[in-house]
């Protein structure tokens, strides 16, 4: 009779697969696992572990909201200290920014305009930074545009209490600052997050934020009945960068926006030459301006969405344009 191997039956069964365990203490291989590295709730108990999270897109958290409020709240307190120092006995000089500020009153202006810019872009960047650790970045070749909005709020409050130089003006100028900052960094975090069913509401408050910061700025240059010359050049600047903000929804290829982007800021230095010659005072000049960016900004965003204007585009831009043209004109 043959002698069975000793352990024939044990090495087979030892050869075999573990079942799974559900013991939270092993893994699912069946491996003991260390009690400090095993999951646990907040008594300290060994909980089972829950596995992967679902697939599909998860909420992200993103830093530079948090950054870009403290921030905004900086800019609005350099704003409110600027608009103190500028309450004063004016001078007889034309220029109304002019009667009540002196170098130190802008180069301290100037501090809060940059860094206003500086600090929104770095709270952008922090944001980019995390959202692409969680798999959802940003295209490479994207041109820095998070700066545009808070710098030309700051710079529209600025020249809001240099303008004014009274009491009021020491709640709107700061006010402007701040709104005009952290509304233009929220969002751009929502469009950011925006599934599709959102991304209509996050468009909608993007250019409210941006239309709102132009018809201030706008105004505010055109209160002060600068030369011609300066006056064309600051708005169109502002004109153009407000363009490229608006162009950021846009899906062009970066020098297309920037040379739309010039386009809108030159359209709208025309306009201000023009508009220098219509006797009018007060905000109604502003808010002509503002019809222009409407006009321009949306009818070179409609061209970078589609490959040809539709007629509802024209429709659109061109009757409203021309609808509040004619209500400014009749009212001013």
Sequence with gaps: MSERPPNAEGGARSSARRPFTSDPGRSTTGSPVAPEQAPQDAAGNIRPDSGPPPPGAQPVQQPGSGLGLIVSIAVAAIVFVLAIYAAGRPTPNRIPLLQTTNTLFWIVAVIAVVGAGIGAEYAERSAARHITVVGRGRSPDAIPTAWIVPAVATFAGVILVATFHNAVMMVVGPLTAFLGSAGALLARDLLDDASESSLRLATTIHTLVVHAVAFMALSAIYLNKMATPLSALLVGIVGGLLTLETLE???ARPEQRLLYAA??????????????????HGWT????LLVCFYLAAGVLLASTQRSVIRLRDILEFGAVSLVALAILAITA
């Design 263 to 280: 386009l809108g800021g030159f359209t709208l230095a025309e306009a201000t030459v023009a508009l220098l010659w219509w006797q009018t």
């Design 285 to 288: 000049g502003g808010a002509v």
């Design 249 to 251: 929804r846009a899906d």
